[in-house]
């Protein structure tokens, strides 16, 4: 298991998600990537983007400065 | 998953953003999607012409076009827009395929979301 780190700050909606989905083939069954957004959308976009795609999206947090760390288990 | 079908008629930022925003979350969750540009949507299909276009607030046109290629969309040009609008096969980019209305509709007969743009 391995965990990867996949940095969007900056980027705007669908940018972060597009990111993730083209590291899909990277990732091992079990690895987490952890992403970090600071897209106003990210939050719901990454749990829509979890159950459609049957993914575990572990946590997503948002901190004072409106920017998001989410994980996903593959 | 969804199979998406999105057809553009113009080639200005406000027709062709909206089919690689919806375009690209699509394919990046799994959908099937096929973009056809009308004779009226074409030209931005010119290579060099989604670099042109930068719109404040909106994502990068061209990692969006190239998302949906790398995730596997398909992007159609209306074999009519080359007389139409004095267009080359050359003169479009790279991963674009000419094709027909009647190909155009079979391929969509099982569309489940369609977006006019």
């Known amino acids: 298991m391995e965990t990867k780190t996949l940095d969007t700050l900056g980027l705007k909606c669908p940018q972060p998600i597009l990111k993730v989905a083209t590291l899909v083939p990277q990732m091992n069954p079990g690895d987490i990537l952890e992403v970090l957004a600071d897209c106003e959308s990210f939050p719901k976009d990454i749990k829509a983007w979890a159950e459609k795609t049957g993914k575990t999206l572990l946590f997503c947090n948002t901190d004072a400065d409106g920017k998001h760390t989410a994980q996903i288990q593959f | 998953m969804a199979k998406v079908a999105i057809t553009v008629n113009g080639a200005e930022p406000s027709n062709v953003f909206p089919p690689f925003i919806l375009g690209s979350s699509a394919v990046a969750s799994g959908d099937e999607l096929t973009i056809f540009f009308c004779p ?78």
């Open chain 2, 40 to 117: 009226g949507g074409a030209p931005a299909m010119v290579k060099g012409e989604i670099e042109k276009m930068e719109v404040k607030g909106l994502p990068n046109l061209l990692e969006l076009y190239e998302g949906v290629q790398n995730l596997g969309g398909k992007v159609y040009v209306c074999e009519l827009a080359l007389e139409a609008k004095d267009l080359k096969k050359e003169d479009l980019r790279d991963g674009i395929e000419i094709i027909g209305a009647t190909t155009f509709m079979n391929e969509i007969k099982d569309a489940t979301i369609t977006f006019s743009f």
